[in-house]
């Protein structure tokens, strides 16, 4: 489980762009949420400064009480190992199979054939593609491309799952089924939080929504105890 907490964050770039703008919330241990908002809102940039991939301009992002802007270049790679990324591209290495592919972040941390073998089939299993190892990526369709990127993501067993865009390429029933492994992770106690702009699934779902506008908060809908039917405060269609 992890603890995310956003203390007044704003990230700008060169050139005077203001990607995030006063920034302040927290996702709970073993929480699902929703990040929603029109293309540029700033749901990338913020899931960014989550894996380190940037720093924050002013304020503070934690991850379990720990100031991501105090970790050394040696410590990155150990917070991002908690911290499982599923994109919308999947990013797959289309000349490795698909077992290669999810093996890819344990081969980078060192681990022993064995223990990798078992964690790669599990993570496989659980997507439910394990029947596939030997294939290529490329032979398989969106949704299981998807689901491959997913197994590849939870493989190092990470506290936390960040999902940018993960529906973005699929159909609404695959869209369904991805949601549904995501809660799975969730079930188990993993934190969750899914940038997506897809108001309809969101809206069919009993979660959390954190909803951006020019990259400041917009809103912030928490989850209806015993209920699927409300819909997202704060969110627009486009």
């Known amino acids: 489980m992890a603890h995310v907490h956003f203390d007044n964050v704003s990230k700008s770039y060169a050139g005077g762009h203001q990607a995030l703008s006063e ?14 908002g029109h293309s540029g809102a700033g749901k990338s940039t913020l899931l960014k400064l989550i894996m380190l991939m940037e720093k924050a301009s002013q304020g503070q992002v934690l991850v379990d009480g720990v ?7 040696g410590q990155i790679p150990y917070h991002r190992r908690r911290v499982g990324v599923v994109f919308q591209n999947h990013q797959l290495l289309f000349d490795r199979s698909v077992f290669e592919n999810v093996a890819l972040p344990l081969r980078i941390s060192g681990y022993s054939s064995r223990d990798l073998e ?3 089939r599990a993570s496989l299993d659980k997507v439910g593609l394990l029947r596939f190892e030997k294939k290529s990526p490329i032979e398989l369709s969106g949704g299981e491309q ?3 990127g997913i197994a590849r993501a939870v493989v190092n067993k990470p506290s936390l799952i ?3 865009e993960p529906t973005g390429n699929l159909d609404p029933k695959l869209s369904r089924e991805i949601m549904n492994l995501f809660e799975q992770f969730n079930d ?6 899914i940038a997506s702009h897809d108001v309809n699934l969101i809206a069919g779902l009993n979660h959390r929504v954190i909803a951006l506008k020019g990259g ?5 809908r ?3 105890v015993g209920g699927t039917d409300a819909q997202p405060g704060g969110l627009e269609r486009g």
Do not use: K, M, P
Not at 25 to 30: D, K
């Open 118 to 120: 078992r964690r790669v």
């Open 162 to 164: 960040l999902a940018d």
């Open 188 to 193: 188990v106690g993993v934190s969750v939080l």
């Open 146 to 148: 998807q689901r491959v």
């Open 216 to 220: 400041r908060l917009l809103g912030d």
């Open 222 to 224: 928490a989850a209806t």
């Open 23 to 36: 920034l302040s919330f927290e996702i709970n241990q073993g929480e699902i949420a929703f990040l929603t």
């Open 67 to 73: 100031n991501l802007a105090h970790l050394s270049d």
